[in-house]
């Protein structure tokens, strides 16, 4: 079965670089979340979208944005990179509040 | 708001004991989800199992066993006869039923690092 596709799978970036990371959730799937975790912590909530519409927002910084394209995929992207924001960050699908959500892989970005 | 506590921080085993990791919740809606995930040293997220606020049936599936006990807001995992595959850090998480709108995102516990020792 196709699961969450998240790109790229790691990602090494200098200070207040900018970075784009990608998901393209399970076919079918209206909702898209991103998360992120960072080391020994659970993951933290950043943001949703529920059919290409913004659905929910967490403790993203300003620093980031994201949307959900026509296709559903998503983006987030994140400028002015500090080297806090070196973390595990994940997203997820579900068909809104019916399933549970399906995470991919992540995206292991690191800040030098 | 809601809430998750998972007050075992660290639990290590040796090989074939069971093992129980604890979970507790608070919340304000009347209906909600709980779940556990899984995250194995390679760092993916597994779900695990999702339990609605109106099912309080106990769930076995092969080693892995869940008590949801609604009274005491707690929703336990046990795996019995641990095996060393089974080291990973476990989450609990919280997330509001189906009841409208579109948020539905989860509410993470701390996690609880298990270690099977062979």
């Known amino acids: 079965a196709a699961g969450v596709i998240q790109s790229p799978r790691h990602l090494i970036k200098e200070k207040r670089e900018t970075a784009t990371l990608k998901c393209y959730p399970i076919?079918?799937?209206?909702?898209v979340y991103w998360y992120q975790q960072g080391p020994g912590q659970d993951p933290q909530f950043l943001i949703s979208?529920?059919?290409?519409?913004?659905?929910d927002k967490g403790s993203i910084p300003d620093r980031f944005s994201a949307q959900q394209f026509s296709d559903y995929h998503s983006e987030l992207n994140m400028s002015s990179l500090e080297l806090g924001d070196s973390a595990l960050y994940f997203c997820?699908?579900?068909?809104?509040?019916?399933?549970?959500?399906?995470f991919g892989q992540g995206t292991r970005l690191t800040v030098v | 708001a809601q809430k998750v506590t998972q007050a075992q921080t660290e639990i290590s085993v040796v090989e074939k004991e069971d093992v129980t990791l604890d979970c507790v919740y608070e919340t304000r809606d009347t209906t909600y989800y709980l779940f556990w995930y899984k995250q194995p040293p390679s760092g993916e997220l597994v779900f695990l199992i999702r339990r609605n606020s109106f099912d309080e049936q106990n769930e076995i599936s092969g080693r892995y066993s869940w008590n949801f006990q609604k009274s005491t807001s707690s929703f336990n995992f046990t795996i019995t006869a641990s095996q060393v595959v089974d080291s990973a850090v476990y989450f609990c998480a919280l997330r509001r039923g189906n009841s409208g709108g579109s948020n539905y995102k989860l509410t993470f516990g701390k996690g609880t690092l298990l270690t099977v020792n062979p």
């Open positions: 076919p079918r799937h209206d909702t």
């Open positions: 997820a699908s579900s068909l809104g509040g019916l399933t549970e959500a399906f």
């Open positions: 979208f529920y059919e290409k519409m913004q659905s």
